[in-house]
């Protein structure tokens, strides 16, 4: 079964303005922790924000910040006053704690682009 | 501090040649991971690194794929001979090694690998 889940294959987003990319996720874990990365065309995996499934409050980084219903298994990536360079493919990851094995499991991605 | 390094940036090979991927990670990580990273989809794990031992090598491809990490620092990926399906981006990850849900991995550019 898909454990991670992003809906948007593509979206576009006029510059300065906020985006809001979704990701779903499953597990049984009581103790898991979702990861967003950006893959621009460069092909490097960026890290971009952390949340962990015991924390209270949602992750912010900078312009990024993680919309974490956790009833809803749901972590969504706001980037606020989207810039040029955040042009890239994001994806959503998770990390459970109980699996022992320690791997990130990654959805499909979601590609964003920015236009002027 | 410098990132993951990979080398070669990109391979074209024809099928049945091999070809070796080589990977440094960040300076004091004792984790690396190697992904694989098919087009359109979201990385997937091949093998994961603690120190100079394999622990997880369940999805490595075992008939023609090899992978070591001596000396717990550098690690080459390994396929002999290569198939037209393994044409992907092939992607090395470290962290430390701290065992918890929140261990953050950081990725290398990766080696675009197109096989003939």
């Known amino acids: 079964a898909q454990k991670i889940t992003q809906t948007q294959p593509g979206m576009f987003v006029q510059e300065k303005e906020a985006v809001t990319l979704d990701c779903t996720y499953d597990?049984?874990?009581?103790?898991?922790?979702l990861f967003w990365y950006k893959q621009p065309s460069s092909g490097e995996m960026i890290f971009l924000i952390y949340?962990?499934?015991?924390?209270?409050q949602n992750a912010t980084e900078g312009r990024y910040s993680l919309n974490f219903q956790k009833a809803r298994k749901s972590a969504n990536l706001v980037i606020s006053a989207s810039q040029l360079g955040d042009s890239a493919m994001y994806f959503c990851a998770m990390r459970e704690e109980g699996s022992n094995d320690y791997k990130l499991s990654f959805g499909a991605g979601t590609t964003v682009t920015v236009r002027a | 501090e410098a990132g993951v390094v990979q080398s070669p940036r990109y391979k074209i090979i024809e099928k049945k040649q091999p070809v070796a991927f080589w990977c440094n990670p960040i300076s004091g990580h004792n984790t690396l991971y190697w992904y694989r990273q098919n087009l359109g989809q979201g990385p997937e794990l091949l093998i994961r690194?603690?120190?100079?031992?394999?622990?997880?090598d369940s999805q490595l491809p075992k008939d023609r794929f090899s992978a070591e990490r001596l000396k717990g620092v550098d690690s080459t990926l390994k396929i002999q001979p290569a198939e037209l399906g393994d044409s992907a981006v092939y992607l090395c990850a470290s962290s430390l090694a701290i065992w918890t849900e929140q261990e953050t991995q950081y990725f290398g550019p990766g080696t675009r690998l197109l096989v003939l």
């Open positions: 690194y603690e120190n100079e031992e394999a622990v997880d």
């Open positions: 949340q962990g499934s015991y924390d209270q």
């Open positions: 597990t049984s874990d009581p103790s898991y922790g």
